[in-house]
């Protein structure tokens, strides 16, 4: 989990703020990833990026938009935060080559909108 | 949606029993793992078979994959206290992405 670091940890807001979460990673992995986990279900994949200027929208990117600022840099941003964007969200990298398939995935951020 | 489902969604077991977990599938796939998640942490990766595989071992897992039911179980053998955990299949299809179930809660009492 140290490879891959996810900030903050923990935060609260207020409906209608402005939010951002960070993901960064030491792995050198091109592949990353963004994923909200709702109590009690899976993962869901929110938008990953297979590099630098490759951007794609996962199965739930409504609400939400992504940065990537580097290879070892992907943010995640809610424009305007709602009560039921409150969930626990990692992030995850992969590599290239026969390896691709595995993901590395951060401690998470457990966001609470009110 | 999801594409992986575990069956049972939680088991309770005693150490060092066996724990089985099973996940079924509904389109084809290129490979299929099973990830761990410690209460509120990250998902760690336990183990990835392909298609074209049918059983692998890694340690006290065992994991079997059958393309024909699409379904694929996670054996733990001579389970432990710090074994407990939920436990994700995750299948990757052509487009190698990953697809999560929704997890099955293993409780093993000392």
């Known amino acids: ?6 900030t903050p940890r923990n935060r609260i807001t207020k409906t ?3 939010i951002m979460l960070e993901c960064s990673q030491t792995k050198g992995h091109d592949r990353m990833y963004w994923y909200r986990q709702d109590p009690g279900l899976g993962l869901r994949l929110i938008y990953y990026s297979f590099d630098v200027k490759d951007i794609n ?5 409504d609400g939400y938009s992504v940065s990537r600022q580097a ?5 995640l941003s809610l424009e305007s935060a709602i009560p039921n964007q409150t969930a626990l969200y990692f992030c995850a990298t992969s590599d290239l080559g026969p390896g691709a398939d595995t993901q590395y995935f951060g401690p998470g951020t457990r966001l609470t909108v009110l | 949606s999801q594409q992986g489902e575990e069956d049972p969604q939680a088991l309770s077991i005693q150490e060092g029993e066996n724990a089985t977990m099973n996940c079924s599938y509904k389109t084809s796939i290129n490979n299929l793992q099973w990830y761990r998640q410690n209460s509120g942490r990250g998902l760690v990766h336990l183990i990835l ?3 074209n595989e049918r059983e692998k071992h890694s340690g006290r897992l065992r994991v079997t994959l059958d393309t024909s039911k699409k379904s694929s179980s996670l054996l733990i053998t001579a389970s432990r206290a710090a074994d407990t955990a939920s436990y994700f299949c995750a299948t990757a299809g052509s487009a190698r992405q990953l697809t999560f179930g929704s997890g099955t809660q293993l409780t093993v009492l000392p």
Do not use: L, N, P, W
Not at chain 1, 1 to 6: F, L
Not at chain 1, 71 to 75: E, G
């Open chain 2, 49 to 51: 078979i392909r298609s």
């Open chain 1, 1 to 6: 989990d140290a490879d891959v670091t996810q």
């Open chain 1, 57 to 61: 929208k996962g199965e739930i990117s």
């Open chain 1, 71 to 75: 290879q070892a840099k992907f943010s």
């Open chain 1, 16 to 18: 209608g703020k402005r």
